[in-house]
């Protein structure tokens, strides 16, 4: 649902060396820095037999960053098990050529087999999809197996079931059981792999999110992918010896990044200036949002609720790229002030200093590509690039542990770091919102790190998506956003507020955010006669608001004949938390929403969502479904989407005649058609 392509478009060249570039849902997808080197860099000064395992390729597909944050793993990792190991973002691989050129680049072939060795480390993402930086890829395995696809031109498009007759892969797919389509797109990659004569090493490994992903990872890199390799290509362990010695000695990891101070006035440079092809891929957002002034923000809920949900307008007016009515609005977050100054406090950082980055010492004659704007001020680097409130992930824990001088500190964070420590990290952390600010200025107070180790190791700040609640027909030149906010309380009864929506609740009309645009699902039929069934509870409203905007605009100013409007909505109570409730009431009045169907969960004993709504109007849906071409559009929690799928399949068997085999693959078939869409969230 989300995983449609950015709205901006950029030109880049692919990267045939070990490219350095990084990629959040608190818990699972972070943004990581770059990637490292292990012991040594390139293989063109190094003899294979340092690495008797031979070179071995990590290739990742990752929306926000945890799958990539896994590869880093693998490759700074790779020395002391006996790979040379390169990273490359499956964004490079566009074409055919690229897979020739890239993957099997000749210097990573095994001297032995003359074959490649591939890790794939691939996220699910929406309801099925794969990640932006991995379309182009999964639509080069579509078609070599003969599927049809909507790949970009530069692929041939001829199947071909030998394409990778010479690689060794293994797959480790990251996902949610929450989601219906739980970690379709590794299980498509591993299946497409052996159809297309690749040998696999391994069998799939599983993550899921909704468990403990980051335990299920490391219990398969130490169980599975470190034994299994050395088994299959190391001859014997000896080889090793010198980089595990290596690697016992070093208890801080590689730089990332060397860093000079420079005058804060060299800090003005426009970040859309920068060429694009020396940004690292996951970061290109940092570059291409646009500043966007709000022009109107109101609480929608009522303060006997407790809760708080904002109605924000964006003046996008002077955005090159122009909007799509629900489509989906990134907001790049920033932290607050008292967050930045209790890191600068606790690390001795000076805000006011200006630095710019470069490629780390070791690495000073690769190609270097920026993780976020450089130069620019420690304050906004804090500020602007920093996650510093979302739970970081117990990896960055034990980096972290690594700078403590207190051994009581470092032992507690070596512990929440471990397998055993998993119960103290999901107390300590987790359900404390404790992010890395608090552990630096009050769990481990005795963390010194420079300037330069805290960029090598911090995640990034990650845009956060929400679906657009307004017609750009109707409003070409404004963005509306119906975000709730998140807060509760920490354990040492300090307010917790989420890193997007506590920033946006802080912004006041005038000030300015930082956006940008991508596609969304949601699009209404070009037949404007056929009918329209929305369900979107609580701020699932969202684009139903905007597709009832276009809806009106179609017939109000377009003159068009538009079809049956139907939309279910849910909520607490009709005094509580009941959005939008004049603009619904003032839809019906016009004519566009023929019928309006509110789920009030809390007003009676027994609690009434929407799906019960729907399936009282059992025969009516599945007329205006399957007798008259409806649209359906669904958005909210995935619990809830999970409950309309069973209610539709329900009303399709009950009026319909299908079975449940049958009813699952028609609004699939509806789903391909783009008749059938959800947008929904964990």
């Given at each position: 649902?989300?995983?449609?392509?950015?709205?901006?478009?950029?030109?880049?060249?692919?990267?045939?060396?070990?490219?350095?570039?990084?990629?959040?849902?608190?818990?699972?997808?972070?943004?990581?820095?770059?990637?490292?080197?292990?012991?040594?860099?390139?293989?063109?000064?190094?003899?294979?037999?340092?690495?008797?395992?031979?070179?071995?390729?990590?290739?990742?597909?990752?929306?926000?960053?945890?799958?990539?944050?896994?590869?880093?793993?693998?490759?700074?990792?790779?020395?002391?098990?006996?790979?040379?190991?390169?990273?490359?973002?499956?964004?490079?691989?566009?074409?055919?050529?690229?897979?020739?050129?890239?993957?099997?680049?000749?210097?990573?072939?095994?001297?032995?087999?003359?074959?490649?060795?591939?890790?794939?480390?691939?996220?699910?993402?929406?309801?099925?999809?794969?990640?932006?930086?991995?379309?182009?890829?999964?639509?080069?395995?579509?078609?070599?197996?003969?599927?049809?696809?909507?790949?970009?031109?530069?692929?041939?498009?001829?199947?071909?079931?030998?394409?990778?007759?010479?690689?060794?892969?293994?797959?480790?797919?990251?996902?949610?059981?929450?989601?219906?389509?739980?970690?379709?797109?590794?299980?498509?990659?591993?299946?497409?792999?052996?159809?297309?004569?690749?040998?696999?090493?391994?069998?799939?490994?599983?993550?899921?999110?909704?468990?403990?992903?980051?335990?299920?990872?490391?219990?398969?890199?130490?169980?599975?992918?470190?034994?299994?390799?050395?088994?299959?290509?190391?001859?014997?362990?000896?080889?090793?010896?010198?980089?595990?010695?290596?690697?016992?000695?070093?208890?801080?990891?590689?730089?990332?990044?060397?860093?000079?101070?420079?005058?804060?006035?060299?800090?003005?440079?426009?970040?859309?200036?920068?060429?694009?092809?020396?940004?690292?891929?996951?970061?290109?957002?940092?570059?291409?949002?646009?500043?966007?002034?709000?022009?109107?923000?109101?609480?929608?809920?009522?303060?006997?609720?407790?809760?708080?949900?904002?109605?924000?307008?964006?003046?996008?007016?002077?955005?090159?790229?122009?909007?799509?009515?629900?489509?989906?609005?990134?907001?790049?977050?920033?932290?607050?002030?008292?967050?930045?100054?209790?890191?600068?406090?606790?690390?001795?950082?000076?805000?006011?200093a200006a630095f710019v980055l470069d490629a780390p010492l070791s690495d000073s004659d690769k190609k270097f590509q920026l993780?976020?704007?450089?130069?620019?001020?420690?304050?906004?680097?804090?500020?602007?690039?920093?996650?510093?409130?979302?739970?970081?992930?117990?990896?960055?824990?034990?980096?972290?542990?690594?700078?403590?001088?207190?051994?009581?500190?470092?032992?507690?964070?070596?512990?929440?770091?471990?397998?055993?420590?998993?119960?103290?990290?999901?107390?300590?952390?987790?359900?404390?919102?404790?992010?890395?600010?608090?552990?630096?200025?009050?769990?481990?107070?005795?963390?010194?790190?420079?300037?330069?180790?805290?960029?090598?190791?911090?995640?990034?700040?990650?845009?956060?998506?929400?679906?657009?609640?307004?017609?750009?027909?109707?409003?070409?030149?404004?963005?509306?956003?119906?975000?709730?906010?998140?807060?509760?309380?920490?354990?040492?009864?300090?307010?917790?507020?989420?890193?997007?929506?506590?920033?946006?609740?802080?912004?006041?009309?005038?000030?300015?955010?930082?956006?940008?645009?991508?596609?969304?699902?949601?699009?209404?039929?070009?037949?404007?006669?056929?009918?329209?069934?929305?369900?979107?509870?609580?701020?699932?409203?969202?684009?139903?608001?905007?597709?009832?905007?276009?809806?009106?605009?179609?017939?109000?100013?377009?003159?068009?004949?538009?079809?049956?409007?139907?939309?279910?909505?849910?909520?607490?109570?009709?005094?509580?938390?009941?959005?939008?409730?004049?603009?619904?009431?003032?839809?019906?009045?016009?004519?566009?929403?023929?019928?309006?169907?509110?789920?009030?969960?809390?007003?009676q004993e027994e609690k009434v969502y929407v799906q019960h709504l729907l399936e009282n109007n059992g025969c009516d849906t599945?007329?205006?479904?399957?007798?008259?071409?409806?649209?359906?559009?669904?958005?909210?929690?995935?619990?809830?989407?999970?409950?309309?799928?069973?209610?539709?399949?329900?009303?399709?068997?009950?009026?319909?005649?299908?079975?449940?085999?049958?009813?699952?693959?028609?609004?699939?078939?509806?789903?391909?058609?783009?008749?059938?869409?959800?947008?929904?969230?964990?």
């Amino acid at each position: 649902a989300l995983a449609a392509g950015l709205a901006f478009v950029v030109t880049k060249k692919a990267k045939l060396n070990n490219g350095k570039t990084v990629d959040t849902i608190p818990g699972s997808e972070q943004s990581v820095p770059g990637a490292t080197e292990s012991c040594e860099n390139s293989l063109d000064d190094e003899s294979f037999d340092d690495f008797p395992g031979g070179p071995l390729t990590v290739l990742y597909g990752s929306q926000t960053g945890t799958s990539e944050a896994f590869s880093n793993q693998i490759q700074e990792q790779g020395h002391e098990h006996g790979f040379k190991v390169r990273l490359i973002d499956l964004e490079d691989i566009e074409t055919d050529d690229h897979v020739r050129d890239i993957i099997y680049s000749p210097e990573y072939l095994d001297p032995k087999t003359n074959r490649v060795k591939v890790v794939f480390i691939v996220s699910t993402y929406g309801e099925g999809e794969p990640t932006d930086n991995a379309l182009n890829f999964f639509n080069i395995l579509k078609s070599k197996l003969g599927i049809a696809t909507d790949g970009p031109c530069g692929m041939d498009g001829v199947a071909d079931s030998s394409f990778f007759e010479k690689m060794d892969y293994m797959v480790f797919g990251l996902g949610n059981k929450q989601y219906e389509h739980f970690n379709l797109v590794g299980k498509f990659f591993d299946s497409a792999l052996e159809q297309l004569s690749a040998k696999r090493i391994v069998e799939l490994g599983i993550g899921d999110d909704d468990d403990d992903l980051e335990g299920d990872y490391e219990s398969w890199k130490s169980d599975v992918l470190w034994p299994t390799l050395k088994a299959k290509f190391v001859d014997n362990d000896s080889g090793t010896e010198k980089c595990i010695a290596e690697a016992t000695r070093a208890s801080k990891p590689n730089l990332q990044y060397s860093l000079k101070y420079v005058p804060v006035g060299n800090t003005s440079s426009s970040t859309n200036e920068t060429d694009l092809d020396l940004i690292q891929n996951s970061s290109k957002f940092y570059f291409n949002s646009a500043n966007c002034p709000i022009t109107v923000s109101r609480e929608l809920r009522s303060s006997a609720d407790g809760g708080s949900t904002l109605h924000m307008e964006i003046d996008v007016s002077k955005v090159e790229n122009r909007y799509h009515t629900a489509d989906n609005l990134a907001i790049l977050p920033v932290n607050s002030s008292k967050v930045v100054e209790s890191v600068a406090t606790a690390l001795g950082f000076d805000l006011d200093a200006a630095f710019v980055l470069d490629a780390p010492l070791s690495d000073s004659d690769k190609k270097f590509q920026l993780p976020f704007p450089s130069p620019c001020t420690v304050a906004d680097y804090l500020g602007k690039y920093c996650d510093l409130v979302s739970p970081p992930r117990r990896s960055e824990i034990k980096i972290l542990s690594n700078y403590t001088t207190d051994p009581v500190e470092r032992s507690n964070l070596e512990f929440m770091a471990s397998k055993e420590g998993k119960e103290e990290y999901d107390s300590q952390i987790i359900s404390s919102y404790n992010g890395i600010a608090k552990i630096v200025s009050e769990l481990a107070t005795s963390i010194n790190m420079s300037l330069e180790e805290f960029v090598s190791m911090c995640p990034r700040l990650q845009p956060r998506y929400y679906t657009i609640s307004s017609s750009s027909s109707m409003y070409p030149n404004s963005v509306h956003v119906t975000a709730s906010i998140t807060a509760g309380k920490q354990t040492d009864g300090s307010d917790y507020k989420g890193v997007c929506t506590g920033h946006l609740s802080s912004l006041a009309v005038g000030d300015i955010c930082r956006v940008f645009v991508r596609n969304s699902s949601f699009r209404l039929p070009s037949d404007t006669s056929k009918p329209v069934i929305m369900i979107g509870p609580g701020t699932g409203i969202a684009p139903m608001r905007a597709l009832l905007q276009e809806r009106s605009y179609q017939k109000l100013v377009e003159k068009e004949s538009i079809g049956r409007n139907v939309l279910y909505y849910g909520c607490k109570a009709r005094h509580l938390d009941y959005l939008y409730e004049s603009e619904l009431d003032a839809f019906q009045k016009d004519g566009i929403l023929d019928e309006l169907h509110v789920a009030f969960s809390r007003e009676q004993e027994e609690k009434v969502y929407v799906q019960h709504l729907l399936e009282n109007n059992g025969c009516d849906t599945w007329n205006l479904i399957d007798k008259n071409g409806a649209s359906v559009f669904v958005c909210g929690g995935t619990r809830m989407g999970h409950d309309v799928v069973k209610c539709l399949s329900k009303i399709a068997s009950e009026f319909g005649g299908l079975g449940e085999d049958d009813a699952k693959s028609y609004f699939d078939k509806l789903h391909k058609e783009g008749r059938f869409v959800q947008e929904l969230w964990s």
